[in-house]
């Protein structure tokens, strides 16, 4: 009984809060902004957490990006380190100086020489051009023929051609041989000693040793070799395209006339050798 009794008050209490909070406008007012307040605060606080939360997460995965980002970076840091090496072990080995004597021209092709053959083109005359010399042809990086002269014009005969050789190197030996047209694609490296060692793949690239073309310039890479009496033939396929030339660059030597005279005694002797053999 005391007990209930001294409930009397709270119930009472709560019954008159209710009459005022329905029928009182300031202190219903009062209630559901005071309830609103603590609504919006308890979104802004979950909203709060949930950003926190995808933060962390994507700085967790920023910081995975980025570590793997670092391990490449050291990775390719190292190989670039070993190719300083590497460059500087050749730079030492070979003492390369300026070639001064090298000239290049960008030179336009004009048309065949002979319809129904693709390897054989005139040239524009170029700068400081002399018929008394032979020069060498470089398209993409690559060479693909040579300059002849032909009726005191710059003919442009492309590695397809019989017609066409120039002195080379193969693989890392530096097996020397002469390089001879076959077809549009291949050419057949000649007179290679015997006692070399070659191997498909082997890449083929200018000796400079024929006056044409500078060393160094890649042909293309060993598909077969085949034994001969007293020396070794290699087939190549050509890295260049000889099939469709418009502008082409004519790489030259400045050489005095005797010497240009004498090698194109030498190169043209080269020519009846081939002819002979067709």
Not at 111 to 119: E, I, K, R, T
Not at 195 to 214: C, E, N, Q
Request: hydrophobic share 40%.
């Amino acid at each position: 009984m005391n007990r209930f009794y001294g409930k009397v008050p709270f119930f009472i209490l709560a019954g008159i809060v209710g009459i005022l909070i329905l029928y009182s406008p300031a202190i219903r007012d009062f209630f559901t902004a005071f309830t609103s307040t603590i609504q919006t605060a308890y979104f802004d606080l979950r909203k709060s957490i949930e950003e926190g939360v995808q933060r962390h997460w994507m700085q967790a995965d920023t910081i995975d990006t980025l570590n793997r980002k670092v391990q490449n970076l050291e990775k390719n840091l190292i190989l670039c380190r070993s190719d300083i090496r590497k460059y500087q072990a050749m730079k030492e080995a070979l003492d390369p100086r300026p070639d001064v004597n090298a000239t290049v021209e960008a030179v336009r092709v004009k048309g065949y020489a002979l319809l129904g053959n693709f390897q054989q083109l005139w040239l524009e005359d170029f700068p400081d051009y002399n018929p008394l010399k032979n020069y060498g042809v470089i398209r993409g990086g690559f060479a693909v023929g040579i300059v002849v002269e032909e009726k005191r014009r710059p003919l442009m005969i492309l590695a397809g051609d019989k017609a066409c050789n120039f002195a080379v190197y193969i693989g890392k030996n530096r097996a020397p041989g002469i390089a001879m047209g076959k077809d549009p694609k291949h050419m057949v490296v000649k007179y290679i000693p015997e006692w070399m060692r070659l191997a498909p793949g082997d890449r083929v690239f200018t000796s400079g040793l024929d006056r044409i073309f500078p060393i160094g310039i890649p042909v293309g890479k060993v598909l077969s070799i085949r034994n001969m009496q007293g020396f070794k033939n290699a087939e190549i396929l050509l890295y260049g395209d000889t099939l469709h030339p418009d502008y082409v660059w004519i790489v030259g030597r400045q050489e005095t006339e005797g010497t240009v005279k004498g090698e194109r005694e030498t190169v043209k002797r080269k020519r009846e050798t081939v002819k002979s053999e067709r």
